[in-house]
């Protein structure tokens, strides 16, 4: 499944169109260079040539025209013998046709001679002889026209005189010598032009070879390197077949969708994976269509990134909604930066659409999570903010309680004592009694209010926790347990016990009270034995044990065991006012532990006090 | 044998505990020379001999024992104004007071008291109290140099 054929030809065109054009053009350049110089040279000897040409025609014209004067000389010459033959045939015959030849004849002549005359008037030398030629002609001829015309009266004498003295003046001689010296002169002049022409021919001949041949070096040059180049494209082309189709198989492989526009943005191509989302054929989507598959809230975003890359050439990277091809709309990451491809210069952008939507589903939640987190946050600070108010009218209440709730008490007591004093003397068993009475429920009261007191203190005080080793708080409880009530034989069993994560008052408070209670209520034993150990525990958590010999309690009523001022025993058993084991479960709970009672009545009691392990391990 | 007895102020707006009070000094023979004072206004005229006090004796009491909740000037105030003059800040002063809250007992250490004492509910523990205070102050303590003695 590869790019589609659509794609196919737009790759094709888009090759063709620009690149190819300007490719060619760059790498055929320095072949056109060579090509130019071999090209100049065959027409430098195409020019020779045809030069060399015209240079044989002109000394053939020259030799036709020598040829043409010997010509004329030799008809002159002819002309003369014929007209001299006929001019002793008439003077032998007396024939007129004989006189009326040789005229024709001397016609001839001269026109012969008047023709050498033009055509020699180029060479000054050969005109000169002409016209002496000419001229001795025409002399002749005269002369001979008027022997002819004396022949007819005179006899053969006189003729024989005059064919004499004409003899004498040698003028056929000369004449003859003239016309030999015009003809040689001008055979001169043919062996020269002939010679010239031969010249001619031979540079002519060097021109055309030279032109061939070098017209031959440029086509078989040019035939060569027009292979080697076609030989280099054709292995660009199939590299670049090659790598495109590589460049296709890994488009298509991804899962994003892969485009490809060119520098004014109008997508070129895109891969599978596009067409298959958005249902959209590339070819269809124009510069402007970009609405056909972005979402309309994202469209003038987009297209204003998309546009500012372009122009300033700078990465682009958008976040925005594309619309699948069933209409739904999915977040995707889109990304593209500008490829400059260095043959042609030509720029092209090659993006990536990555899906994000499930992403920004998590960040929406995530945000979502956050805005929920900072309301409980808020809402919390709240409560902290009432509780700490309620904290502080808690404060204000205690103290004056602790004040106004104490004064008459102390008071009542105070006065009856004094009264007591003072009667003393005076009062009978039962006033003393009713006296007593009434400074024990003072006393008793005063105590209630103290260990109420102490009890919502302890709820109030700040917390702080740390690593604490309980063996030193618990001896110093067992101390002062012991010496509340001295006389007592008590066997203290101390194990080792694990650390743990507590506040050193409160735990010391909670260890008060179960010691005290244990040495409390071991009262009727004569050997009291208190132990003081770890045992077993959660993860997390660490147990300490306090178990007694004492009186124990019915575990039926074990649900009672911590409520405020519950008691299991009564107040003539053992003195007390309900709140020590409220307070130790107050504070354990204060510090994240629990605690918890066994007991039987009769067999003693023992309590499991559970807090955190220490938040740091020692080391 | 003769004990030297000073002057012992009862600073408290409560007069059943100042009868109870003079009762536990009184047990000692601590109750004398004592002079008893309603509230911190009072105390501070008496200190600074003005207003009803201006003729008094001169001098300075062995102790003060000084309640806190009092109307007008409480005890704390009292503590305050005291120690930062000089003439005052090492006159000996207990306070005697039905509170043991942990901001009371902070400032009063803070201001620069000498000893804290919360009254016990039970009368002879408090008899025992104020009278073992009275004789430690008034008859035990050796006073700073330039206290005058009281009359013996």
Do not use: C
């Not at chain 1, 260079?33 to 020779?48: E, Q, S, W, Y």
């Not at chain 1, 036709?64 to 015959?93: G, M």
């Not at chain 1, 078989?220 to 460049?247: C, I």
């Not at chain 1, 372009?310 to 990304?335: A, C, F």
């Amino acid at each position: 499944m590869g790019l589609s054929t659509g794609n196919e030809r737009q790759l094709a065109t888009a090759r063709a169109s620009v690149g190819a054009r300007r490719s060619a053009w760059r790498s055929v350049l320095p072949f056109l260079a060579g090509i130019a110089a071999a090209g100049a040279l065959f027409t430098g000897m195409v020019v020779a040539s045809v030069a060399a040409g015209r240079e044989v025609i002109a000394t053939q014209r020259r030799v036709t025209h020598t040829l043409e004067v010997l010509r004329v000389a030799e008809a002159l010459d002819s002309a003369i013998s014929r007209a001299e033959s006929f001019q002793r045939a008439f003077l032998l015959a007396r024939n007129e046709s004989f006189r009326r030849d040789s005229a024709e004849q001397s016609e001839i002549a001269l026109a012969a001679s008047e023709r050498l005359a033009d055509m020699t008037a180029d060479n000054a030398d050969q005109h000169r002889r002409v016209e002496q030629l000419r001229d001795l002609l025409k002399l002749r001829l005269t002369r001979l026209e008027s022997v002819v015309a004396a022949a007819r009266e005179a006899d053969h004498a006189t003729i024989a005189n005059m064919i004499a003295s004409e003899a004498a003046l040698r003028l056929p001689e000369q004449l003859r010598a003239e016309l030999d010296a015009v003809i040689d002169a001008e055979n001169a002049l043919l062996e020269a032009r002939h010679a010239r022409q031969r010249e001619a021919l031979g540079r002519a001949r060097v021109a055309y070879v030279g032109a061939a041949v070098t017209g031959f070096l440029v086509f078989g040059v040019f035939a060569v390197l027009l292979r080697a180049h076609l030989t280099v494209q054709g292995e660009v082309t199939t590299a670049l077949a090659a790598s495109e189709a590589q460049f296709r198989k890994i488009a298509d492989g991804l899962p994003q969708l892969i485009y490809l526009t060119d520098e004014t943005g109008q997508v070129r191509l895109t891969n599978e994976r596009w067409r298959e989302f958005t249902g959209i054929e590339p070819s269809a989507v124009r510069r402007g269509d970009e609405g056909s598959f972005v979402h309309p809230d994202d469209l003038a975003g987009t297209l204003d990134a998309w546009n500012r890359a372009l122009s300033t050439n700078r990465p682009y990277e958008r976040e925005l909604r594309i619309r699948r091809r069933d209409g739904e709309y999915v977040w995707h990451l889109s990304r593209a930066a500008p490829l400059t491809d260095s043959l042609s210069g030509e720029t092209l952008w090659l993006g990536s659409m990555t899906d994000i939507d499930e992403r920004r589903r998590q960040e929406a939640k995530v945000r979502e999570s956050e805005a929920r987190v900072r309301e409980l946050h808020r809402s919390l600070e709240e409560r902290a903010a009432e509780l700490t108010a309620v904290n502080r009218e808690l404060e204000a209440f205690s103290y004056s309680v602790s004040h106004d709730l104490r004064a008459p008490l102390r008071h009542i007591d105070g006065f009856a004592t004094l009264l007591e004093k003072q009667l003393h003397g005076t009062l009978d068993e039962k006033a003393l009694r009713y006296l007593k009475t009434i400074r024990e429920a003072t006393r008793d009261l005063g105590r209630l209010i103290d260990d109420l007191l102490d009890f919502s203190r302890l709820g109030r005080q700040s917390l702080r926790t740390m690593r604490v080793a309980p063996g030193e708080l618990v001896r110093e409880a067992a101390e002062v347990a012991e010496r509340a009530e001295p006389g007592r034989r008590i066997e203290w069993k101390l194990g080792p016990l694990p650390d743990v994560e507590a506040d050193r008052t409160l735990l010391r408070v909670a260890l008060d009270n179960l010691l005290g209670n244990a040495v409390k209520y071991t009262r009727p034993r004569e050997l009291a034995t208190i132990t003081v150990d770890a045992a077993e525990s959660e993860d997390g958590m660490r147990t300490i044990r306090v178990s007694d010999n004492g009186v124990g309690f019915d575990m039926r009523y074990a649900s009672k065991l911590f409520g405020v001022f519950q008691r299991l025993h009564s107040e003539a058993e053992f003195e007390g006012t309900g709140i020590g084991l409220a307070t130790v479960q107050r504070v354990v709970h204060r510090m994240g532990g629990r605690v918890r009672g066994e007991g039987a009545p009769g067999a003693g009691a023992t309590f499991f006090l559970t807090l955190p392990a220490p938040h740091q391990e020692e080391g | 044998m003769t004990r030297q007895m000073r002057r012992i102020l009862i600073v408290d707006d409560s007069p059943r505990d100042t009868e109870l009070t003079l009762e536990a000094l009184g047990t000692e023979n601590l109750a004398n020379d004592v002079v008893t004072l309603r509230d911190g206004a009072e105390a501070l005229d008496y200190l600074y001999q003005r207003g009803d006090w201006e003729d008094r004796e001169p001098g300075l009491p062995a102790v003060v024992l000084l309640d806190i909740k009092m109307p007008r000037v409480d005890g704390l105030e009292v503590l305050r104004t005291v120690r930062a003059d000089p003439a005052f800040d090492r006159l000996p002063i207990v306070l005697v007071t039905s509170s043991r809250e942990e901001p009371d007992l902070e400032e009063a250490y803070r201001l620069g008291t000498n000893a804290y004492l919360v009254k016990p509910v039970e009368v002879d523990k408090f008899i025992r109290a104020i009278s073992t205070l009275g004789v430690f102050w008034a008859v035990l303590n050796e006073l700073p140099p330039g206290t005058p003695e009281g009359a013996s």
